[in-house]
């Protein structure tokens, strides 16, 4: 079965720091990756994904992730963060060959939190 | 358009209780999925269903049950509560069930078993 691995689940950043949140998945297959982001209070809204092309994929507010298919890796950056980015950072897997459904395989979550 | 909506925001249940948690989608969405979201444990697949009537176990389907009558609806029922149900539970559509297909999730239910 496929698993993904957060392993970093608290982060404190002062404002305008750089960010990099590791994910890593198990699965030796074709994938699509996603970042998912939930804000305080609020439910989960897609920040990026990967399904094929350009290893390097931009998403909104100025996050981007890296997949190295070598390292089984999908990190997220920024390079300068916001108090407004405090939330809890989710990384997620589909395989292509588990079957049926657009089912995904969350990993464990890092809270981020931005300091003024 | 609403999006996703989940109903109740927040549940108090004494164990052995049931209750339905009710999730609905205006976007015309075939695909519908539950997930629960346990600290440290991040979101794990429950339920999920393809289209109106066809429904299929996810990761930890045990003590839950689904059913899709319509493409609107896809209420998760919890037929004996257990503490070990305690968890936020998030509702999620995509407009297929291509893997490929963005999910757009609910506010989540806030469940306490007693």
Partial sequence: AQSVSQHNHHVILSEAASLELGCNYSYGGTVNLFWYVQYPGQHLQLLLKYFSGDPLVKGIKGFEAEFIKSKFSFNLRKPSVQWSDTAEYFCAVNAILTGGGNKLTFGTGTQLKVEL | ?114
Wanted: hydrophobic share 30%.
């Fill in chain 2, 1 to 114: 358009n609403a999006g996703v909506t989940q109903t109740p925001k927040f549940q108090v249940l004494k164990t052995g209780q049931s209750m339905t948690l009710q999730c609905a989608q205006d976007m015309n969405h075939e695909y519908m999925s539950w997930y629960r979201q346990d600290p440290g444990m991040g979101l794990r697949l429950i339920h999920y269903s393809v289209g109106a009537g066809i429904t299929d176990q996810g990761e930890v389907p045990n003590g839950y049950n689904v059913s899709r009558s319509t493409t609107e609806d896809f209420p998760l029922r919890l037929l004996s509560a257990a503490p070990s149900q305690t968890s936020v539970y998030f509702c999620a559509s995509s407009t297929t069930y291509d893997r490929q297909e963005t999910q757009y999730f609910g506010p989540g239910t806030r469940l306490l078993v007693l």
